[in-house]
T-cell receptor, first 116, second 114 residues
């Protein structure tokens, strides 16, 4: 079956511009996560969705970052007024339930964001 | 709060040799532990996970890991390395009283030489 997909695969933008990153989770998965992978910080949790709600946004680095999920499916991560330190690979993952720590997360291929 | 430490950012082995990637965790509650592999320009793929059943966990591609509570460790092993095992490996923890938020180690790059 189809896995987690993300678009675009690569995004180059200029400092100060806004960007939107999209994630399509595996059909039927209620939980969705965003992580960021950067050279300096490794893999970091950003936000968790259960359905359309985000019970944990604790990993969002600043108020320039926001995310939403609609229809219990597609999620968009928006970064406003991008800065060079936002350059990273943004990974999305989904899991069937998400209410237990043992649930396996399935990762997408990521979006590589470069801010010039 | 939980944390994960992977000892050795780079490990190099010969083809056919034992692979040992080290992971130690810190958690105030019983953890769930995971090993993921990442090939260049790809997302993460689950190798195996510990969910409080058997302490010796077998995963895909011949990998296995043993949960040792007394040592707070979850080291990944494979008896005989293949060239195709060259990748970056991540150990991660989530806590059973919460949802599946993963805390990752810094990763270990495995190089396999002929």
């Amino acid at each position: 079956g189809a896995g987690v997909s993300q678009s675009p695969s690569n995004k180059v933008t200029e400092k100060g511009k806004d960007v939107e990153l999209r994630c399509d989770p595996i059909s039927g998965h209620t939980a969705l996560y965003w992580y960021r992978q950067s050279l300096g910080q490794g893999l970091e949790f950003l936000i968790y969705f259960q359905g359309n709600s985000a019970p944990d946004k604790s990993g969002l680095p600043s108020d320039r970052f926001s995310a939403e999920r609609t229809g219990g499916s597609v999620s968009t991560l928006t970064i406003q007024r991008t800065q060079q330190e936002d350059s990273a690979v943004y990974l999305c993952a989904s899991s069937l339930n998400g209410r237990a720590g043992a649930d396996t997360q399935y990762f997408g291929p990521g979006t590589r964001l470069t801010v010039l | 709060a939980q944390s994960v430490t992977q000892l050795g950012s780079h490990v190099s082995v010969s083809e056919g040799a034992l692979v040992l990637l080290r992971c130690n965790y810190s958690s105030s509650v019983p953890p769930y532990l995971f090993w993921y592999v990442q090939y260049p320009n790809q997302g993460l793929q689950l190798l195996l996970k510990y969910t409080s059943a058997a302490t010796l966990v077998k995963g895909i591609n011949g990998f296995e890991a043993e949960f040792k509570k007394s040592e707070t460790s979850f080291h990944l092993t494979k008896p005989s390395a293949h060239m195709s095992d060259a990748a970056e490996y991540f150990c991660a923890v989530s806590v059973s009283t919460s949802y599946g938020k993963l805390t990752f180690g810094q990763g270990t790059i495995l190089t396999v030489h002929p």
